[in-house]
């Protein structure tokens, strides 16, 4: 069982810059690939960012490319995603998921545990 934890959600004014975090139960944390994906109300949950198990390896949605970055920390048990240049359309919750793989997916089926959520508000 995996538990996941974010935080760092809040009110940012457009062209600023946020740092979500998702700290980890697990003891077996650094086998995991994991993800961000982020969801507004009536629509799919979308992909984000997806972290290899060792960090070695990062995809991006075309949409954050640039301006986000995903990392983890495997000593800490988390993982992080940093936001820049925050537009109003990145306005969602953001979640974070763990895939029981090491290299992850686009894909939110593949993935196995998910945290409740950050709520990211991005002000025009």
């Known amino acids: 069982q995996v538990q996941l934890v974010e935080s760092g959600g809040g009110l940012v004014q457009a062209g600023g810059s946020l740092r979500l975090s998702c700290a980890a139960s697990?003891?077996?944390?650094?086998?995991?690939?994991l993800g961000w994906f982020r969801q507004t109300p009536g629509k799919e949950r979308e992909f984000v960012a997806v972290v290899s198990w060792n960090g070695g390896n990062t995809v991006y949605a075309d949409s954050v490319k640039g301006r986000f970055t995903i990392s983890r920390d495997n000593a800490k048990n988390t993982m992080y995603l940093q936001m820049n240049s925050l537009k109003p359309e990145d306005t969602a919750v953001y979640y974070c998921a763990a895939d029981l793989t090491p290299l992850g997916s686009k894909n939110k089926e593949a993935y196995d545990y998910w945290g409740q959520g950050t709520q990211v508000t991005v002000s025009s």
């Open positions: 697990a003891r077996t944390f650094s086998r995991y690939a």
